[in-house]
Every structure is written in C-alpha cells, then in structure tokens.
C-alpha cells in the first residue's frame, strides 16, 4: 500500500498532524517508536496549554492518544531506521518498509548527556534523564538535577517531594527558569542549590555511589537527574541533508524540508520556540499543506 502521508512521531506535531490529515480525508500512517505523547510522557507538570490549566504530561499524552483512536488513524508502534526520498518515499522500519507520496517528520528531540565517562553504562542504574519515570525509586534517598531551566527546576521540585534531599547543580550564577518556579523551588527547605556549579565526574561502576562537583566537592547521592537541554532524534535522516550541523530540520514557511514532499514539525524542526503549543500547530499547517498538494494532485 501507498499511503498519502506518513508521520514519524506520535507527540504534539505529529497528533496535530494526523488529525487534519485523517479529517481531511488522507490516507494516513502514523509511526511511534515508543509511546503515543513523545516527551509528554517524562514530564511532570504542564501549565501552559491550552484547555489544560493544570494537567501532567503523561494525562495530556493519553488525551493525545485518545484522540488518535476515535478517529481510528492508523498507527504502528516502529522505530523509523531510515527514510528514502522521491517520488513515492519509502520509511524503513527495523522489520518492515512503509511507502507514502509524502512524509511529516515530528520525531522530537531527546535529553542531552553530561558526556561523562562511564554516563551510558550508569543510566537506569542512578542517572535518569525522566524524574516522573524513575523519582519514586529513591525514595528517602539523596539526589541531584543538574540544569538551570524550566524542565530542571519543575523536576527538582517534583522530586523534592518524594526524596530527602536534592542538590541543584547549576553552572551559572542566576537561573534562566520562570521567577515563579525558581521562587517556589527555593521555598522547599530540603533543596540545596550549587551555583556556578558543573558535574565533572561520576563515583561507581555498576551503580552511582555519587558525583564530584567543580572537581572536588563529592556528593553522595543515589541518582543524578540531568535536564541540560535536549537535542534532535533524527538519525535516520543522515542521509536526506535536510538538517543543520545539530541536527535540526531546516524548513521552509510551509514546514517543507529541502527534500520535496518531505514535511517536518514540532520540536524535531529549527525555530526559536519549543512550545507543545507550537509543536501543535506547525503539525496541523504542515498537514493542510500536504493536504492542498494531494488534492491538487488528483
């Protein structure tokens, strides 16, 4: 089967995406290569979408998600491998190779590691890039989140809540974070924040024993939650030169990439906002343009 259009990604842009498509009457695939909600899923709180005062990003993911299965659009839980362009472009998967006249990339961005020796080996093993994931299983324990941002600040407080202590660790000297968050963060009595402040070495072989600081100060801590920003997971799209040297897709005012017939939205894409709010909507006006084009086309 040829489909319409493809979307590679199941957060924001790609559920945006996908519900124009389908209600537009395309013939529509949706590809995920771990849950419906992408990144939704590994954050704690969310404040700032629309219809949603108050909500967690696992509950706005399921609302996604629901969303999705009413419409009854097509989706394959399928880690994208590699993408082929032209005329019909072709999305191999692990196991399997899906066709489409056109394609949406919403892939999203991933955490980005600290780059410290033995980092990959200690993961789930007291490094956790996801604090709604992994906060319980340190219960009554001592931690750290390294950054200085909205995610790092909202996860510290989210983790206070739960552990005996936490130690922020931020490399500068003020923080970059919402004032309203960095107040509130301060007002927990079990929070210690280090400023001026870098990770330089991780204590343990087969699990975290603690951390040195600034190359002296060792903190013993069962895990160190990391929120240094993030970074574009797209891989599979080396081989199209569509991206920046980070990359980022670069895209044209309709989300077109430089591949014709190739789309991309959401966070996977270059732009200054990273916003579910935006992911959202560059999903649905990239949708609508392929849309325009498979109609124009019949």
């Given at each position: 089967m040829i489909y319409d259009l493809i979307i590679v990604g199941l957060g924001p842009a790609g559920v945006g995406a996908a519900i124009y498509a389908k209600r537009s009457g395309l013939n529509v695939l949706c590809l995920e290569a771990e849950a419906p909600g992408g990144l939704l899923n590994k954050i704690n709180t969310v404040d700032n979408y629309l219809g949603f005062?108050?909500?967690?990003?696992?509950?706005?993911?399921?609302?996604?998600?629901?969303?999705?299965?009413?419409?009854?659009?097509?989706?394959?839980i399928k880690k994208v491998t590699e993408i082929e362009a032209?005329?019909?472009?072709?999305?191999?998967?692990?196991?399997?190779?899906?066709?489409a006249k056109?394609?949406?990339?919403?892939?999203?961005?991933?955490?980005?590691?600290l780059g410290l020796k033995n980092e990959a080996n200690l993961v789930n093993k007291g490094i956790s890039y996801c604090a709604i994931c992994d906060a319980a299983l340190y219960k009554g324990k001592d931690v750290a989140v390294v950054g200085g941002g909205n995610s790092a600040i909202e996860e510290a407080i989210y983790i206070a809540k739960l552990v005996n202590k936490v130690y922020l660790i931020h490399r500068r000297d003020e923080?970059?974070?919402?004032?309203?968050?960095?107040?509130?963060?301060?007002?927990?009595?079990?929070?210690?924040?280090?400023?001026?402040?870098n990770v330089t070495e991780l204590i343990g072989e087969d699990k975290l024993e603690g951390i040195i600081v600034n190359g002296d100060k060792k903190l013993d801590v069962a895990c160190l939650f990391t929120y240094v920003g993030y970074e574009p997971e797209g891989d599979f799209l080396s081989e199209l030169g569509i991206t920046d040297e980070k990359g980022y897709i670069i895209v044209d005012e309709n989300y077109q990439s430089k591949a014709d017939g190739i789309y991309a939205a959401g966070d996977a894409i270059l732009k200054k906002v990273y916003q579910i709010v935006t992911a959202a909507s560059e999903g649905a006006v990239a949708a609508l343009e392929v849309v325009r084009r498979v109609k124009n086309n019949k």
């Open positions: 005062p108050h909500t967690t990003g696992p509950e706005l993911a399921v609302q996604l998600f629901q969303q999705i299965t009413k419409l009854e659009i097509p989706y394959k032209g005329e019909i472009k072709k999305v191999h998967c692990d196991d399997e190779v899906f066709e056109y394609i949406i990339v919403a892939s999203g961005r991933k955490a980005r590691k923080f970059r974070a919402d004032e309203k968050l960095v107040n509130d963060l301060k007002a927990l009595p079990n929070v210690e924040i280090l400023y001026n402040s």
